[in-house]
């Protein structure tokens, strides 16, 4: 079969997930990517502040993105980069964090659902953020607003804590797939980034369906010359392993040091639109890939907190390699379209970085390092 004919089967497979006709489908993804992201898109803020004002009976003396700020804004970030969480600053009481999800209006429910979980979070006396009022969701402009309790202490950001807040926050995220759910109490699907505007949610392997409709939007504004690295990337994503059949928990969609807030020691975890019950084992990998852009010594940190409370499968442990590409190529996905969209399509030859995302050979230092870790 042809690379394009691949390609097409791509979505001749998501075509029958749906029920829907192939051109149906990819219309389908295209309409997914075109909403992601839109959580960007600028919003009125005073419009925002005379909503909130009504819906509590509180009074705003300000309202500002958390990233304007550099004692909240997480390490590496620049301003702009998360609009849609603002820090709400009240008359009368402690600030709020108002988190905005411009995505579909039949998705409410999903806000809702965010609000379900972190009660059920509160109740088994997790380190998570607390809903900040017994109604926390509204819609503004037909977007889901959940209000959440501000954490003090900002962002983990000293280098030198590197090595405790990693094994932290292994240590935490294993906690969190400890937690008591086949009673059915956090019954729906998670794990996914859900940073595509609300359209791909649910298990982990949402983010290799968002990938895929990234591609799909620029498939054919691909420069001749990179063909070849188009259809090297789509294969990645065609071929990766997507988690399924794996050991299931409560987990987090985006789990690393950017969802931790507080101080070294009582850190708070934060952003739970991904979460719900799906495989384990990709939220503990984005957490070593990124703790191992910094130090793969750091690797061995974050594996000694994690299982403290989980032993990993045989099954998971081979499988690890493989899961460690998940993230890395979703975003390689959305690094690529931006290129294309601006006029450049990256050839094999340019040094673009984010060829290396799917190849094996990090993922199998990282794998290695934390199967060794597990064994000391």
């Known amino acids: 079969m042809t690379k394009q004919g691949s390609f097409k089967r791509a979505v001749r497979q998501h075509a029958r997930r749906t029920g829907q006709r192939y051109t149906e489908a990819r219309a ?34 300000s309202l500002a993105s958390v990233d304007d700020d550099p004692r909240t804004r997480p390490r590496g970030s620049w301003p702009g980069h998360y609009p849609a969480t603002l820090l709400i600053k009240r008359e009368d009481g402690p600030p709020w964090i108002a988190r905005i999800f411009s995505s579909p209006a039949d998705r409410v429910s999903r806000v809702q659902g965010d609000a379900e979980i972190l009660r059920f979070l509160a109740a088994h006396r997790f380190p998570a953020e607390r809903v900040a009022h017994e109604e926390p969701v509204s819609v503004f402009n037909g977007s889901g607003v959940i209000v959440t309790e501000f954490v003090e202490g900002g962002r983990p950001a000293d280098p030198g804590d590197a090595p405790a807040v990693e094994r932290e926050l292994g240590s935490v995220l294993g906690r969190l797939h400890t937690l008591p759910v086949a009673d059915g109490t956090v019954a729906r699907d998670g794990g996914s980034d859900e940073s595509g505007g ?35 990337l789509r294969d990645r994503v065609e071929d990766a392993d997507d988690a399924e059949g794996l050991p299931e928990a409560l987990t987090h969609g985006n789990y690393h040091l950017w969802s931790a807030v507080g101080t070294p020691g009582n850190l708070v975890i934060v952003g739970w639109a991904g979460s719900g019950r799906g495989p384990r084992l990709p939220a503990l990998a984005w957490l070593l890939t ?87």
């Open 198 to 232: 609300g359209f791909h949610v649910g298990r982990p392997r949402e983010d290799l369906a968002t990938a895929m409709s990234l591609l799909v939007s620029v498939e054919d504004a691909v420069a001749p010359r990179g063909r070849e690295g188009f259809e090297l």
């Open 28 to 61: 389908d993804l295209e309409i997914a990517e075109k909403q992601a992201f839109v959580h960007a898109r600028p919003f009125g803020h005073a419009a925002l502040t005379a909503h909130l004002e009504a819906q509590y009976g509180i009074r705003i003396t």
């Open 290 to 376: 990124t703790a191992a852009e910094s130090d793969l010594a750091l690797v061995d940190a974050a594996m000694s907190g994690y299982r403290e409370h989980v032993q990993l499968t045989d099954e998971e442990i081979e499988r690890l390699p493989g899961i460690l590409n998940m993230k890395p190529l979703y975003l390689a996905c959305f690094q690529y379209r931006q290129s294309v969209r601006n006029g450049h399509t990256p050839t094999l030859d340019d040094g673009w970085p984010s060829w290396d995302a799917g190849r094996t050979g990090r993922s199998q230092r990282i794998a290695a390092r934390a199967i060794a870790a597990l064994r000391s």
